[in-house]
């Protein structure tokens, strides 16, 4: 009976103190995979993405990324950057977003992204840029 008391009072409470990590494998609702690798304690990581879908005929190929979290392991909620250099296109998608913990213990990362893509003449830049959001769920 104490252990179930002590269960029902502690599991809650543990969750919802829980802080966000962005280390471990993502996918989002187009079904592109992300891998962030550990966050050192400057907040710097690093990773490899894996894109379901592409701008371009050219094969996919899994892409590095880089960025940066602030205030790593202080933050529930933290917020974070990175950049993915695509390696089978000429583009750079630049992500931004924040970490999100639920009282379940469910991490989400909602996001905003902005993909430039070459474009031959400055007179194209008009057209160069997409925008989009994007929510990655845990998936290990
Ligand atoms: C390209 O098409 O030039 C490179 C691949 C771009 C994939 C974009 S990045 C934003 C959006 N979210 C994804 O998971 N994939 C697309």
Redesign the pocket.
Same mark, same amino acid.
């Given at each position: 009976c104490c252990l179930l008391l002590t269960l029902a009072l502690f599991v809650p409470c543990h969750a919802a103190s829980r802080k966000c990590d962005l280390h471990g494998l993502w996918r989002?609702e187009?079904g &592109?995979n992300m891998t962030v690798l550990a966050v050192n304690t400057a907040g710097t990581f690093s990773g490899s993405y894996h894109?379901?879908?592409?701008?371009?005929n050219k094969q996919i190929l899994v892409s590095p990324l880089q960025g940066a979290q602030q205030h790593p392991g202080a933050k529930r909620h933290p917020t974070f950057g990175f950049t993915?250099q695509?390696q089978f296109?000429d &583009?750079t998608?630049a992500f931004v977003g924040q970490c999100f913990v639920d009282h379940r213990g469910k991490e989400t990362l909602e996001t905003m992204?902005l993909?430039r893509?070459e474009v031959l003449s400055h007179k194209d830049t008009w057209k160069a840029t997409r925008v989009?959001t994007?929510i990655f769920t845990r998936i290990k």
């Open positions: 989002n187009l &592109s894109t379901a879908v592409a701008a371009t993915v695509w296109s &583009s998608t992204w993909l893509e989009g994007s």
